[in-house]
């Protein structure tokens, strides 16, 4: 399941999403096993990636796959479970990041393995299309269950690896979690909360050696807008509009510089064009003058200008 990214052209930013407030209380108490694998030098570097069927998450196991990494591939269904598994260096995991026991299990075969794992993608994603008054509850809540809690939950059970190894969690955030679209509320909402999720994961985590960054793809071929027609009904008007999207390789190659990259950013903007990289930075801009504005702490238009000089300087 791949990251939906609606046309900018169709909307404008008029809904503020909610942030998630997430409190990671257990990393003091995991443990330091795993086998850490740090150069290519060693065996292959392991990742695993999350909702890896279709869409984005195919693309990145079959890129990762074919620069030499090993891909543990995360799929429900038993035809993309061997589909996945007919590709070197690929093998295939029973993962629904939504059924904790999925999840133990999953854990349970890579430990096993031995490799260790260096990297996780969290990947998995649905959306739901339909205002704030006409989403169904059952439709918002499960919205949340896949790309919140599901990478929350497979980030906690498998930090015990990726700390052994001191390595990469990428998280696939979308522009949608910068820019809310109206009638996606549930879907904006969720990807904004995984902004502050990274933030504040990589804070916590990044003294042990490990860097969390987020990959913010904007509208690339994907099955989720199909998937939310087939599960409830919904995004008829979308599905024929994305057959004609971009095929998601340039989001796959900012995944394998999100984890391989020597010195990695923390946030990577992928767009097929400029319309949809404009609107994402005139929204950021547009919220630094909002939230600027008439408090009593304002910075006039040189101090903000030092701040912008000084934030480039230490930029890639």
Known sequence: MAALHLHFGRFHAGIMPVLAVMLFTTLAAWPMTGAALTSKAQPMKAVLV???????GLKITERLAADGYFVYAGARKDADLKALGAIRNVQPVRLD??????????????????????????????????????????EFDAVMAVNLYGPWRVTRAFAPLIIAAKGRITNIGSLN??????????????????????????????????????????????????NALQRSGTGAQFVA??????DPDEVAAAVEQALFAPAPKHRYLVVPNQQQAAVTIETQ????????????????????????DAALAQSH
Request: charged share 20%; proline share 3%.
């Open 241 to 246: 509009s994305v057959a004609h999207d971009k």
């Open 177 to 226: 979690g910068i820019v809310a679209s109206p009638q996606a509320s549930a879907y904006s909402m969720s990807k904004h909360a995984i902004e502050a999720f990274t933030d504040a994961l990589d804070a916590e985590i990044g003294p042990l050696g490990v860097r969390v960054n987020v990959v913010e793809p904007g509208s690339y071929k994907s099955n989720i807008a199909k």
């Open 285 to 308: 801009i547009n919220r630094l003058v909002q939230l600027n504005e008439g408090q009593p702490y304002t910075y006039d238009r040189d101090a903000l200008v030092k701040m912008l």
């Open 50 to 56: 999350t909702g890896a069927s279709s869409g984005i």
């Open 97 to 138: 990041v939504t059924k904790q026991a999925d999840i133990d299990g999953a854990v349970s075969l890579v430990t096993k393995a031995g490799r260790g794992l260096y990297g996780l993608v969290n990947n998995a994603g649905i959306v739901t299309i339909g205002s704030v008054a006409d989403t169904k509850m059952e």
